[in-house]
């Protein structure tokens, strides 16, 4: 077995629960820790000197060091080509997020951009930003489907997204974003989603390149029941989620009542909504870097911690409403707004999300658990959101297997 340490303090984040408001007072914390791996999983966590005993060799930090978990983000469109620099400066300039698209823009564009990079460029432009990610922490990503402006361009994103979950260092959770946005080559909503059902999904089935399916409900998109319509036919053999209530109330409802492991954006969020959430086990993904890429007031998420939601955070990482994709920034910034504890944050993009993605074997420094970890280099795990993401990790842990 390999002993990784000490560590100035371990934030476990064992024994916090799934939902509500948390204090940096619930934190259970290891001063002058160490942690015991084998294979590619957590042995036993501890005092350094404790459980050094049992340790065949040790990987020594010399420094001192923050170890948390490592980070999730349950909510990206990394797999596209091109970018909107055009359109965040006509949005600066008071043109709506909505008039973009209903002109042809928006997805569209990245749909056009798409459409013509081959499968190896989308593998290259992917990898890259999920390099990225990896250095900044985010050990385990989702990775969405969405620009494509046909049923065989679907089918080349989630190729792509399976082939780069082969090689790369991250876990990648594919998921099927095929209900985006209507191709300007379908002549309505309901054609198009029933081609998806009928030549999509088979061969996703078929290649499993997917055990999740998602759906953009909003004005501009597919209403509420569209999306009712095409989540039931598929509820049964996949984990549903839903862009929700990002411009426009409601789809909180659907999600719920059709049992969605997770409800994504938030932005406009009414009380009897929040309250309907809180009474449901669907997490709810708050996006802030959509947020800050739109200009919009951030989802309300000390009012559903409040009311005992469970919530996570992720960077909706796109190349038009959320260029930024830094995880850690973004927490930082929501955390400064709504007022978040760090506890609260921490658990947001680690155990909290794993929940929002359907798993329960990370997001935790605890035996049995996979050995993902990351470490920063400070004594006291509050300098790391107090330097709004520019304190970057020095040491990494995927699968038992350490980067530095």
Known sequence: MKLVGP???ILTMENLPLRGS??????????????????????KIGKFNDIRKEASETFQIKSPQVLLPGFIDSHTHLCYDGDRS?????????????????????????????????????????????????????????IKSGYGD?????????????????????????????????????????????????????????????????????????????????????????????HAN????????????????????????????????SKSKTCGVVLPGCSIGLGL????????????????????????????????TQSSIIASYEKLTSAEIFSAITFRAANSLGINDRGRISPSMLADFISFETSDFREILYHQGKMKPTLICKRGKIYN
């Open 7 to 9: 560590f100035s303090q």
């Open 22 to 43: 948390l204090s940096d007072d619930d934190l259970v914390i290891i001063s002058n820790g160490g942690v015991l791996i084998e294979g590619e999983k957590i042995i």
């Open 86 to 142: 055009i359109e965040f400066s006509k949005r600066n300039s008071g043109v709506s997020y909505q008039k973009i698209l209903d002109e042809g823009g928006g997805i569209h564009n990245t749909m056009r951009s798409t459409a013509k990079a081959s499968q190896d460029e989308l593998i290259n432009y992917t990898s890259s930003r999920l390099d990225r990610h990896f250095r900044e922490g985010v050990l385990t990503c989702e």
């Open 150 to 242: 046909s049923i065989e361009n679907e089918l080349k994103l989630l190729r792509t997204i399976n082939e780069i979950d082969k090689v790369h260092p991250t876990d990648v959770i594919p998921t099927c974003l095929a209900a985006h946005v209507k191709p300007k080559k379908f002549t309505s909503n309901k054609l198009y989603l029933d081609a998806v059902i009928n030549d999509l999904i088979p061969v996703i089935r078929k290649e499993k390149l997917s055990s999740r399916i998602d759906i953009f409900t909003e004005k501009n998109a597919f209403n509420i029941q569209e999306s009712t319509n095409y989540l039931n036919k598929l509820m049964n053999d996949f984990d549903l989620t839903l």
């Open 246 to 277: 990002q411009f426009t109330s409601g789809a909180v409802k659907v999600g719920v009542d059709l049992g969605a492991v997770s409800v994504d954006h938030l932005e406009v969020m009414s009380d009897d909504e929040i309250d309907y959430l």
């Open 297 to 328: 007031p951030f989802a309300p998420a000390r009012k559903m911690l409040d009311k005992n939601c469970l919530i996570s955070i992720a960077t909706d990482w796109n190349p038009g409403s959320a260029p930024m994709g830094d995880l850690l």
